[in-house]
C-alpha cells in the first residue's frame, strides 16, 4: 500500500472516531470532559499529521480538501494548546470533519476482496 494511500485511511479513521467520540454529546459537556477533549484533540492531531504526510503530488491533484486547515489545526493543537479555543473544535467537530468525510471517502484506495 502506497504511503498516500495509508494517509488517506488514517484521516478517514480518525475522523469516524472524533465523530463517534463526540456522538450525543453537547458543546458544554465536551468543554467540562477532558478525558473526551483529550480523545478529540489527539485524533485531529493524527489527521492532520497524516496529511503532512501525503505527497505534495497527491495534495496537488485534490485541492478541494483543504488540507493546510487540516494541518494547520495539527500545529494549533500541538503549539499553540493553550490558546485552543474550544468554538473552533466544536465547529471542527460538527461541520468540517463531516464535510471533510465526503470529500475524502471517494479517494480511498479501492479494496479487493
Known amino acids: ?7 488517506l485511511i488514517d484521516i478517514v479513521r480518525d475522523g ?18 477532558v478525558m ?3 480523545a478529540i ?12 504526510r501525503l505527497s505534495r503530488e497527491f495534495r496537488s491533484q485534490h485541492t478541494e480538501v483543504p488540507w493546510d486547515d487540516i494541518a494547520g489545526m495539527r500545529d ?3 503549539h499553540q494548546y493553550d490558546r ?3 468554538n473552533i473544535v466544536w ?6 470533519i463531516p464535510d471533510l468525510l465526503i470529500m475524502i471517502v471517494p479517494l480511498l484506495p479501492v479494496q479487493d476482496d
Open 1 to 7: 500500500m502506497s504511503r498516500d494511500s495509508a494517509s
Open 76 to 78: 494549533m493543537i500541538a
Open 36 to 38: 473526551r477533549q483529550s
Open 91 to 96: 465547529q471542527v467537530i460538527q461541520r468540517n
Open 41 to 52: 484533540l489527539y485524533q485531529i492531531t493524527i489527521m492532520g499529521e497524516a496529511t503532512k
Open 16 to 33: 469516524e472516531l472524533i465523530l463517534q467520540f463526540a456522538q450525543g454529546v453537547s458543546r458544554e459537556q465536551l468543554e467540562s470532559d
Open 84 to 86: 485552543l479555543d474550544m
